[in-house]
């Protein structure tokens, strides 16, 4: 029982590092990961590497690996690539143009790979606000985004030192395409300090001018929101098939689509409200994975609530919505504020809009 107790918490410690790895976010690892191309860098990055950080490396690298040494199976350099770890869970790679054309089978990392894979990422964000049509492929719960915490404004939680790529040639890259952190022989506090810094854009380096990224992504507020949208999509447990997102695609307040007065929600700590079973719609804390089930006029209501940021300014916006004098949508706003108030979510706090 006890051998079997320390085989799981290993795995698990090598599902969340690769997971970090992947991501290029701060997982419950506390230190950094590395992810060796080959095994000949083994020797200069266990130099650098603190005792917190774990080490992936290709199988036969060392006969005598310390403890945060994992060793891994196959490749993961080019599409198609298949990576194996603790001897038998495997991982694809694929790139981000081959997405739409994929059938998602097994565990599978999402790699933009290029210029073109990155512009047709941000197409499809573009589509899914406008259409509220995403792509079914980043919808699997089986499918990673690589390099995710790249596209976001603020760093990963955490800060420091969270990732490592090292080349075949000894490069330490901030993952496969990213910045140059240095190079294997490099002492940790040299890493350290050129890890240091924004981090958006910073994992597309080589392949895109991060400031262009930057640009793009400043023409896309809402793109964060985007990101919390595919993850709320990617766990979605409802039984009728894959919802709608409010935002995307429209709003169920149609002042929101048809006037530019009204403010648009793109903070992507705001609640997703979420197309539910049958007449029921959810509004999920992307955080905290909170659910609460609202009928349709509580939901037109969080919605209101959302897009304002305050009960009287929401309060408004649905009276004009509906018709009818903001009296007689105020019993709602208050039944709706201790709803929320009693399930830890704060609209007015949390979902700040801006235009």
Not at 169 to 191: F, K, Q, S, V
Request: net charge negative; aromatic share 6%; charged share 20%.
């Amino acid at each position: 029982m006890q051998a079997s107790s320390t085989t799981t918490r290993s795995s698990q410690r090598t599902a969340t590092a690769f997971e970090q790895y992947v991501s290029g976010r701060r997982t419950l690892v506390s230190g950094a990961v590395f992810f060796l191309e080959s095994g000949t860098q083994l020797a200069d990055v266990l130099r650098a590497a603190g005792p917190s950080d774990i080490v992936f490396t290709p199988s036969g690298s060392t006969s005598c690996a310390p403890g945060n040494v994992v060793e891994y199976g196959g490749r993961f350099r080019e599409p198609g690539d298949r990576l194996v770890l603790d001897g038998h869970h495997v991982v694809e790679l694929q790139e981000y143009v081959a997405a739409p054309f994929l059938s998602i089978v097994s565990p599978t990392v999402i790699r933009q790979g290029s210029a073109e894979g990155l512009a047709a990422f941000l197409g499809d964000a573009d589509t899914a606000r406008e259409d509220g049509i995403f792509v079914g492929q980043l919808l699997s719960p089986i499918a990673a985004l690589e390099s995710r915490a790249s596209f976001l404004s603020t760093g990963p939680t955490g800060g420091g030192l969270i990732r490592v790529h090292v080349t075949a040639d000894g490069e330490y890259r901030d993952g496969p395409d990213g910045a140059l952190l240095g190079h294997a022989g490099d002492a940790r506090a040299e890493i350290q300090a050129a890890a240091e810094g924004p981090v958006r854009g910073r994992s597309f380096a080589r392949i895109i001018d991060p400031r262009v990224l930057d640009a793009d992504l400043d023409d896309r507020p809402w793109f964060g929101r985007y990101l919390a949208a595919l993850d709320a999509l990617r766990e979605w447990g409802g039984s009728h098939g894959r919802p709608s997102v409010s935002g995307f695609g429209g709003h169920l307040i149609r002042a929101l689509d048809e006037s530019a007065a009204f403010p648009v929600v793109v903070s992507p700590d705001a609640p997703l409200l979420m197309t539910g079973d049958g007449a029921e719609y959810l509004l999920l804390d992307p955080h905290r994975r909170v659910r609460v089930r609202l009928g349709i006029d509580a939901a037109r209501a969080a919605e209101c609530l959302m897009a304002t940021g305050d009960e009287s300014s929401a309060t408004g916006l649905l009276a004009f919505e509906l018709g009818v004098r903001p009296t007689g949508i105020v019993p709602l706003m208050h039944r709706l504020r201790e709803q929320l108030r009693d399930a830890g979510i704060d609209l007015g706090a949390n979902s700040r809009a801006a235009s």
